[in-house]
């Protein structure tokens, strides 16, 4: 019994007598560092400490939770948060104007954004070229956004990246007919390069001085030279006169192409978006042309080396 009330005792002083430490005034004693030459005696006593007694019967203090610091920028732990901010807001001016009309990107007003190494500037990193087309395409959309109800908070941000406007050197001229109505262009293909002279007329093709289908034996490179007039419908309206110099045929023929164009759009400039829409359906014919034609000749080569093959078989 005895042993049993001195546990019951023990167990009561220490739910009433021992007091509770507030975190608030809670302090650790200073520790000695340990050093092997001077060995920590073993003592029985401990040392108090200065602490607030509290009651049972009083309600605890509130301890602050813990807390954790956080970064106030999202992409704080990316290699580059400056770019990452920046992407990030304009992507979010993006998608709060993604319903807005929108305008023909040939239509949209003609701006030159700053060169990478001044938007390196800006964003005080060095940008990788594929990063910073990321942040021109954005900015070419917002372009596109029609003029005349364009948020000004658009407008704003885009100004932050338009370069300073140079009125000598942004002025483009404008290229007309001469005084005999021939409208001049010059196109590049490879090392090819034609100059080319559209006149309005019955539908005369002449390249350095022969027809064209005296001048390209493929039917290919006939069409090729005057895609831009089929295209249009312009065949039978205007006379070409072009001079070739350099490269291979197809390559002469394909320079013609791109003058024809430009010479064209020196006559009737309504006509950009037609040509352009029909660039797009040539090349796509250009290459699976390209296709077939590789495909036909390794054809030919692996019959001729089965032909070759047999006939030493017969020989044998």
């Given at each position: 019994?005895?042993?049993?009330g001195?546990?019951?005792?023990?167990?009561?002083?220490?739910?009433?007598?021992i007091?509770?430490?507030?975190?608030q005034?809670?302090?650790?004693?200073?520790?000695?560092?340990f050093?092997?030459?001077?060995?920590?005696l073993?003592t029985?006593?401990?040392?108090?400490?200065?602490?607030?007694?509290?009651?049972?019967?009083?309600?605890?203090?509130?301890?602050?939770?813990?807390?954790?610091?956080?970064p106030l920028?999202?992409?704080?732990y990316?290699?580059?948060?400056?770019?990452?901010d920046?992407?990030?807001?304009?992507?979010?001016?993006?998608?709060?104007?993604?319903?807005?009309?929108?305008i023909h990107?040939?239509d949209?007003?003609?701006?030159?954004?700053?060169?990478?190494?001044?938007?390196?500037?800006?964003?005080?990193?060095?940008?990788?070229?594929?990063?910073?087309?990321?942040?021109?395409?954005?900015l070419?959309?917002?372009?596109?956004?029609?003029?005349?109800?364009m948020?000004?908070?658009?407008?704003?941000?885009?100004?932050?990246?338009?370069?300073?406007?140079?009125?000598?050197?942004?002025?483009?001229?404008?290229?007309?007919?001469?005084?005999?109505?021939?409208?001049y262009?010059?196109?590049?293909r490879k090392?090819?390069v034609?100059r080319?002279?559209?006149?309005?007329?019955?539908?005369?093709?002449?390249?350095?001085g022969?027809?064209?289908n005296?001048?390209?034996?493929?039917?290919?490179?006939?069409?090729s030279v005057?895609?831009p007039?089929?295209?249009?419908?312009r065949?039978d309206r205007?006379?070409?006169?072009?001079v070739?110099?350099?490269?291979?045929?197809?390559?002469?023929?394909?320079?013609?192409?791109?003058?024809?164009?430009?010479?064209?759009?020196?006559?009737?400039p309504?006509?950009?978006?037609?040509?352009?829409e029909?660039e797009?359906?040539?090349?796509p014919?250009?290459?699976?042309?390209?296709?077939?034609?590789i495909?036909?000749?390794?054809?030919?080569?692996?019959?001729?080396i089965?032909?070759?093959?047999?006939g030493?078989?017969?020989?044998?």
């Amino acid at each position: 019994m005895a042993t049993a009330g001195s546990f019951l005792q023990r167990c009561h002083r220490a739910l009433t007598k021992i007091p509770r430490l507030t975190p608030q005034l809670t302090s650790q004693p200073s520790r000695k560092p340990f050093h092997p030459h001077h060995p920590r005696l073993l003592t029985t006593s401990t040392t108090t400490t200065t602490t607030a007694l509290t009651d049972l019967s009083q309600p605890l203090p509130e301890v602050a939770p813990r807390t954790r610091l956080t970064p106030l920028s999202p992409s704080y732990y990316t290699g580059s948060p400056e770019y990452y901010d920046n992407l990030l807001a304009l992507q979010d001016l993006l998608r709060s104007h993604q319903a807005l009309p929108t305008i023909h990107g040939d239509d949209a007003p003609v701006v030159k954004w700053k060169t990478i190494d001044e938007y390196r500037l800006i964003v005080g990193d060095r940008v990788k070229p594929s990063r910073y087309n990321k942040v021109i395409h954005i900015l070419d959309r917002l372009n596109r956004i029609d003029p005349a109800i364009m948020p000004a908070e658009t407008k704003a941000a885009l100004a932050l990246y338009m370069r300073p406007e140079n009125q000598a050197l942004g002025r483009k001229i404008e290229r007309t007919t001469d005084n005999f109505g021939r409208a001049y262009a010059i196109g590049r293909r490879k090392t090819a390069v034609a100059r080319v002279f559209l006149v309005e007329g019955e539908g005369e093709a002449l390249v350095n001085g022969m027809p064209v289908n005296k001048k390209f034996s493929r039917l290919h490179d006939r069409e090729s030279v005057l895609w831009p007039l089929i295209v249009t419908n312009r065949v039978d309206r205007y006379n070409v006169f072009a001079v070739v110099r350099g490269g291979g045929l197809t390559g002469q023929a394909e320079a013609c192409t791109l003058a024809i164009a430009r010479a064209l759009r020196i006559h009737e400039p309504a006509l950009k978006h037609a040509l352009r829409e029909g660039e797009g359906f040539f090349f796509p014919f250009l290459s699976l042309f390209k296709s077939l034609l590789i495909w036909d000749i390794q054809l030919g080569a692996l019959l001729s080396i089965t032909d070759r093959l047999r006939g030493r078989s017969r020989v044998i």
